[in-house]
């Protein structure tokens, strides 16, 4: 679905340059030349606050998958195992898991996957009410990736924001 592909380019995007420290973000193996794209400051800021949105709606959609695995009573550990050897193509028989926790993965994975398709929806308008067309967030998104250049600017944009965001000290 090329909602979903978008979605996890967000999430992704969300990961990769919010969570990762700033250094390890310029290690990246060498790949072939960048596609060059221009992207202006203000476009790059509408990109930046669309990132952080979706970081929020992803985040907030993130808790909730968790407290359903915590509902159905299954550890997050083995619901992922279990997730990701059914995306390898592993059979669940080959893992040690009990019938009953496979069966408490699949109650929690329904109610995931409608949690997982409201946020993709969520993501899409975060972008949107940015007023960024999603085509546009993702160039944006796989030349920051691939351009330590634009990655630097964006980097510094986000910077900027946050000091901007942080409360003032009032005076005496």
């Known amino acids: 679905m090329k909602l979903q592909s978008i979605a996890t380019g967000i ?5 990769a340059f919010f969570a ?6 310029f290690e990246m193996p060498p790949q072939e030349a960048p596609p060059q794209i221009e992207v202006s400051d203000d476009e790059l800021e509408l990109f930046i606050d669309a990132s952080m949105n979706a970081q929020t709606v992803q985040a907030e959609s993130q808790q909730e998958m968790i407290a359903i695995v915590d ?6 550990s083995t619901y992922n195992e279990i997730m990701q050897a059914q995306q390898m193509g592993q059979s669940v028989e080959e893992l040690e898991i009990s019938a009953e926790d496979v069966e408490k993965f699949e109650s929690a ?7 997982e398709e409201r946020m993709e929806r969520q ?8 007023g960024m067309e999603m085509e546009r967030f993702q160039e944006i998104n796989m030349a920051i990736q691939q351009d330590p250049e634009l990655q630097q600017r964006a980097q510094q944009k986000i910077q900027e924001a946050q000091m901007q965001q942080q409360p003032q000290p009032q005076g005496y």
């Open 11 to 15: 999430i992704a995007f969300a990961f």
């Open 20 to 25: 990762i420290p700033a250094q390890a973000q």
């Open 71 to 76: 509902e159905e009573g299954i550890e997050v």
């Open 109 to 115: 994975h329904e109610q995931i996957q409608e949690i």
């Open 123 to 130: 993501l899409a308008q975060a972008v949107e009410n940015e």
